[in-house]
Nanobody, 120 residues
Framework: QVSLVESGGGLVQAGGSLRLSCAAS????????MGWYRQAPGNERELVAV???????NYANSVKGRFTISRDSAKNMVYLQMDSLKPEDSAVYYC??????????????WGQGTQVTVSS
């Protein structure tokens, strides 16, 4: 099995920055796409950013130019640098990793979520 642990969330004022980290552990053979999603109260979970194993990235329009996703494949880590934060960025942020293990083929795994709150 694969476990994901997020860290780095918290409370920040509008205009501030936070850096989220996600560590994947388990009998991982290879990781594919790694990404971040978020869900605000009353809203559906939405894609924030994704990075492929080759380093290609894709961002939600609402965060382009403010957020940067990166990964360290050797360490099975994915990061989300969030700058110029706005109150509407407040949500629970979830890490998502597509990975294959020694016994299970490629599947998606989710972290437990980390709260990001941006005050105005």
């Amino acid at each position: 099995q694969v476990s994901l642990v997020e860290s780095g969330g918290g409370l920040v004022q509008a205009g501030g920055s936070l850096r989220l980290s996600c560590a994947a552990s388990g009998s991982i053979i290879v990781t594919y796409d790694m990404g971040w999603y978020r869900q605000a109260p009353g809203n559906e979970r939405e894609l924030v950013a994704v990075i492929t194993s080759g380093g290609s990235t894709n961002y939600a329009n609402s965060v382009k130019g403010r957020f940067t996703i990166s990964r360290d494949s050797a360490k099975n880590m994915v990061y989300l640098q969030m700058d110029s934060l706005k109150p509407e960025d407040s949500a629970v942020y979830y890490c998502n990793v597509r990975a294959a293990t020694a016994h299970i083929g490629a599947r998606n795994y989710w972290g437990q979520g980390t709260q990001v709150t941006v005050s105005s």
